[in-house]
């Protein structure tokens, strides 16, 4: 009788509804001929780069002038971005985890979800309708919280699920912040002592060389409003010297300021630049502590523009990117194992990061209950 209930349980759980696990991310051009439409849609996004009442007009004419020279950025990396392949290959990858470690909710069900490229939201929520689903899980890229990354993506899907959903069919809870998860830590504490110990540097100076933690940078104007993002990258930095028992001298830098408003600092380049003429100092080994996968901001602004602004270029290093790294994936999958098994909706400080980030010009909600509550 046994081998005839172990086909029954397998044969329950394939007929089971789906639970979705949809990975939401900035996104980027897969191809260079997208790069317009995900500009426009970048700097649309009053979430991100506030320009007020302009927002469209501004939003028109920066995406139109940077469009050429953002285009022949992507084509030096590869013809585009590699966000789509990485982020479809960690969501496939986790709920196959999922499957294994968390058969209670099994079968799980991958998607991505875009803010600014394919697949944009309406497009993967049009998809998960059509696929049934009736529980998902959004599960945010950003491991430190900002109003203007994984709040941008949420207030997305609010809108979009009032569009394409407005029964309420799929009921959501959501991940919107890690920045210690011991998965994350430990991919990018295993990068940077592989990075350090790669650098053409004698073994009694490896101790000297200083880690450069770069994250994107934020309009202070978001900053002032008490965004959760700053303190949360800091303790991600913080968590993996101390994993590392704080084996070199580090820093926290920003990158990829845009436009002429204050932007959080200091620079990732000019601090890099600074270091590397100086001669006590054996190299700088730079890691995008915010980004889960290689994409522009690594593969050209840190490898491509900064490299070809050093003078001694060999002695700077940036750790690689967390990609298909099998202890991040591992860290992935127990995050949503968690979060499944706790019934947690949302994070306690998201209702204050609302209170303190939202902008009254754009469609959101008045509490996360209202998308991420339970079903009545």
Aim: glycine residues 6%.
């Amino acid at each position: 009788m046994r081998p005839v209930l172990v086909f029954k349980r397998a044969l329950s759980t394939k007929t089971r509804p789906a639970t979705a696990v949809m990975f939401m991310n900035m996104g980027g051009p897969s191809t260079v001929p997208e790069t317009y439409d995900f500009l426009l849609r970048l700097f649309s996004d009053g979430d991100l780069i506030p320009f007020g009442r302009f927002q469209n007009l501004l939003a028109k004419f920066i995406a139109k002038r940077r469009t050429p020279k953002i285009e022949s950025y992507y084509q030096e990396i590869g013809g585009g971005s590699p966000i789509r392949k990485w982020s479809e290959l960690q969501c496939k990858a986790v709920c196959e985890r999922l499957d294994q470690t968390n058969p209670e909710f099994a079968p799980h069900k991958p998607y991505v979800a875009f803010r600014y490229a394919r697949p944009l939201t309406e497009e993967t929520l049009t998809q998960m309708k059509k696929d049934g689903i009736k529980r998902a899980i959004a599960f945010s890229q950003y491991p430190q919280f900002s109003y203007s990354t994984t709040a941008s993506s949420i207030n997305e899907l609010y809108r979009k699920s009032k569009e394409l959903d407005p029964e309420s069919e799929i009921e959501w809870s959501i991940i919107d912040r890690w920045p210690k998860h011991p998965g994350l830590v430990k991919a990018f504490s295993n990068h940077i002592t592989k990075a350090i110990a790669e650098l053409n540097v004698d073994e009694s100076k490896k101790k000297d060389v200083v880690v450069l933690f770069s994250a994107h940078s934020l309009p202070m104007e978001i900053v002032n409003r008490g965004d959760s993002y700053p303190a949360e990258v800091a303790a991600t930095v913080y968590a993996i010297m101390e994993k590392l028992k704080f084996s070199n001298p580090y820093r926290l830098v920003w990158q990829s300021q845009v436009g002429p408003k204050p932007w959080l600092g200091g620079k990732t380049d000019k601090i890099t630049q600074k270091l590397n003429e100086i001669e006590d100092i054996p190299g700088v080994v730079i890691v995008p502590v915010a980004f889960t996968s290689d994409h522009i901001e690594t593969l050209h602004e840190i490898d491509i523009e900064l490299k070809n602004e050093l003078k001694f270029p060999s002695k700077v290093l940036r750790a690689e990117s967390l990609n298909g790294d099998e202890d991040f994936l591992d860290g992935l999958a127990d995050l949503v194992k968690t979060h499944l098994q706790s019934g947690e909706r949302y994070n306690k400080q998201l209702p204050l990061d609302y209170t303190l980030g939202k902008s009254s010009i754009y469609e959101i909600f008045n509490h996360p209950d209202e998308l991420f509550g339970k079903k009545k």
